[in-house]
Every structure is written in structure tokens, then in C-alpha cells.
């Protein structure tokens, strides 16, 4: 039997990692259901798009991107059932690099091309942050300026969020009913809707997951983005990107410190929010014109413009830049978290150290107070040795 390949290629801030973490946290229940998840682990579907995009000559390219895609590949199409292989940054594919992706496999699969999308009022401040949280420094009123005055959409935000673009270039040659659209709810709606629309469209039973995991990759307030934005300017040349400005900059300073504080939400002026809407409704129209397969309800990407939104409850719909004196508060208070967590990490290395040391020095006693520690490791290591004697006399 042909595999059914689902290729989720976008849209970034679109609920992707939610949906993501739910799946490869419970991968074993995706495969009982007859869902592979292909290569060793996540980061393999991210360096695949490195791969499909063109970027593996890049000196700061991971050597393990090289030829990722085509091992996803044959990985799929020995399979015989579904199989999902998403990441939001497929998005940024040209179209000639999309064909090439999809003609790997459309020879021995069913390919199908899914996105999922949302409301352009959310976007744009999502998008800023997310773009602040990879070392920008433009600011948010800079950041809407170039969103608005990209009349011919050749900016990596129209690039990833012109949804219907996506599909173009990703869909191009398939059956309609092969493209489809997944569109993510209104703000404040029950989570387990998206779920519920991507697990079905999957094939998977969305009940059997849990899906109250530990949300990540959170949208920062104001002030939280501002101080950020600004420690980007003050670094300068330093900590590069790609480099260690991930490691430390955005997984501690960003997802570690600032995000679980509260701050205020961004918002788009009026005029912002009438832009956005026209825009999705341009995008929706051409969905709709191409035929494609919609999970949800188009009217979903068109935000309600006059309005907060229900994830954004607020009284003025402008955004102020924080104050100095806020910013400094909120400085200190990012200080002091960071050194809690210096200390957290500190203090493992020194544990790591004293291992080391106990292990080197005193092996004898080491094996016999860590004996407890190691025999789940031991029993699996036991059960690997004996069922590769058995294939070996079989």
C-alpha cells in the first residue's frame, strides 16, 4: 500500500509547536494509530528544511542537514501507513524547491500539503516577536512599517504568512483535496479545537493524546519584547546568529526569563487592524478560489477589526512603547532571575564535577552508590543483548 504523506509546511505562530509537542511527546501512541513520525527526533524535520531550502552549504549549517530530506523520505515511503512530517519553516521554500521536495515523493506516496493559519491581527505581533527572539533589533512600529509597504510580498513575513502563497507553492500539481488549510480558532478558544481539527485530518484519534502538556514557545508582553529588543542592540557583533545566541539569548533569556512574566499584550492600532484584515481577506479569497481542502472555517483568518480580541483584552488598541522607568524594573527583575538561574546551572556542572571526581578516585565506591541509578540501563542494555542473540541464531 501507497503511504499517505502529510507534509505540514506552515505557517509559523500558528499553533505549530503546540501541535507538534503533542505528537512527538507521545510518538509511540502516533505509531500505534499507524502515524510514523520519521527520523531520530524533531530537530531532524527542522534540519530537513535547511536541506529542502538550500542553506546545508552554509558553514554554519549543522553537517547533519546534508541529505536530511531524503532520508526523511525514504524513511516515509517504507512505511504503509501515514506519515507526518512538519515544520513551520517548510513555508520559506520557493517554489522551485517546494516541486523538487514533493516530487521525492509523489512517484510512491499520496502526498498531502497542510497548512495551518491564523488571523493576521495576531500575526504581525507574533511574527515581530518571534523575529526579536532570533536577535532583531527593529522596532514593533519599524517592524508593521516594512509589513505594510511590501506592496510586491517579497519579505520573509509575506514569504512564511501569505497562507494562500504556501499552498501554491507547495501544492502546486496535487488534487485539490490533497491541499488543505487547517485554520487555527478564534483567540480564547479551547485549545483542543485545533487539536481536534489536525488530528482528524491525520487520521489519528485526537482522545488518545494528552494534550495538557507544558505550552512553549509563548508570546512575550510589551515590555518583556522591548527589553529584549534592546539587549539585541547592545550586543552588537556579539553572540552571532547561527551561533550561541539560541542557546543563550533566546532559550534562557527569552523562553527561561521572560516569558512566564506578565507584561502587556501587543496590540495594532486601528488603521494596523484594518490593514490586516483586508489583507487576510485577500488571502482567504484566494484560498477559497483555489479549491483547497478547508479544515475549520476561512472566516477564522479574518479578524474582527473595531475590537480586542479575546486573547487581547485591553481598553486602547495602539501599542505605547514601555517606559524607560518600566523597562528598568522590568531589567532588574530579568537580572535577578538570571543569576537564580546561573546558579541552577552551576550547581549541576559542580554535581557533574563531584561525579566525575567520586567515579575516578573511589570506582569502586561510585559503582556501588549509583548501582540503583543504573539498572533500568542495565535491564534495557540486557534485553538488547539477548534480542540480537536471538536474530543472530535465527
Known amino acids: 500500500m501507497r503511504p499517505r504523506v502529510f507534509l505540514h509546511v506552515g505557517s509559523p505562530k500558528t ?20 502515524l510514523l513520525l520519521p527520523g531520530e527526533r524533531f530537530n531532524d524535520h527542522f534540519l530537513a528544511t535547511l536541506d529542502v531550502r538550500g542553506l546545508v552549504d552554509d ?21 504503509d501507513g501515514s506519515v507526518l512530517i512538519s515544520h513551520e519553516l ?7 524547491q517546494a516541486r523538487q521536495a514533493v516530487a521525492a515523493l509523489a512517484d510512491d506516496a499520496e502526498v498531502h500539503v497542510v497548512v495551518t493559519a491564523r488571523d493576521h491581527v ?24 516594512e509589513v505594510r509597504d511590501d506592496a510586491a510580498r517579497t519579505s520573509w513575513f509575506w514569504q512564511v504568512q501569505d497562507y494562500a502563497g504556501v499552498l501554491e507553492r507547495w501544492g502546486a500539481g496535487l488534487p485539490a483535496d490533497q491541499v488543505h488549510v487547517v485554520t487555527v480558532p478564534p483567540a480564547g478558544a479551547d485549545p ?94 484566494r484560498i477559497a478560489a483555489m479549491g483547497a481542502d478547508v479544515v475549520g472555517d476561512l472566516d477564522e483568518l479574518v479578524p474582527v477589526v473595531g475590537g480586542a480580541t479575546a486573547d487581547e483584552d485591553r481598553d486602547d488598541n495602539a501599542y505605547a512603547v ?28 559542580q554535581r557533574a564535577d563531584d561525579l566525575t571526581t567520586t567515579a575516578q578516585e573511589k570506582p569502586i565506591r561510585f559503582a556501588l552508590v549509583h548501582a540503583s541509578e543504573q539498572r533500568p540501563l542495565l535491564r534495557k542494555l540486557r534485553a538488547a543483548y539477548r534480542a540480537a542473540k536471538e536474530r543472530r541464531s535465527n
Open 192 to 285: 483542543t479545537i485545533l487539536w481536534e481539527r489536525f488530528a482528524g485530518l491525520l487520521g489519528v484519534d485526537p482522545a488518545a493524546f494528552d494534550i495538557e502538556l507544558e505550552r512553549s514557545n509563548t508570546s512575550l508582553g510589551a515590555e518583556q519584547a522591548e527589553l529584549l529588543r534592546r539587549v539585541n542592540v547592545e550586543l552588537g557583533d556579539r553572540l552571532p546568529l547561527p551561533g550561541p545566541y539560541p542557546l543563550v539569548v533566546k532559550n534562557v533569556l527569552a523562553h527561561r526569563v521572560l516569558e512566564p512574566r506578565a507584561g502587556t499584550r501587543l496590540a495594532l492600532d486601528a488603521a494596523d487592524q484594518e490593514f490586516a484584515a483586508a489583507a487576510a481577506r485577500g488571502i482567504a479569497d
Open 90 to 96: 517548510f513555508a520559506g521554500a520557493t517554489a522551485e
Open 322 to 349: 514601555p517606559s524607560d522607568a518600566t523597562l528598568l524594573a522590568e531589567s532588574v527583575a530579568t537580572i535577578a532571575e538570571l543569576l537564580v538561574v546561573l546558579n541552577e546551572r552551576r550547581a549541576a556542572v
Open 59 to 79: 558553514p554554519s549549517c549543522p553537517e547533519r542537514a546534508r541529505g536530511m530530506w531524503d532520508r526523511l523520505v525514504a524513511e516515509a515511503l517504507a512505511w
Open 122 to 145: 495576531r500575526q504581525i505581533s507574533a511574527e515581530w516577536q518571534e523575529h526579536v527572539k532570533h536577535r532583531s533589533a527593529a522596532t514593533f512600529d519599524a517592524f508593521i512599517r
Open 15 to 34: 499553533g505549530t509547536t503546540f501541535l507538534q509537542d503533542v505528537l512527538w511527546s507521545q510518538r509511540a501512541t502516533a505509531g500505534e494509530q499507524g
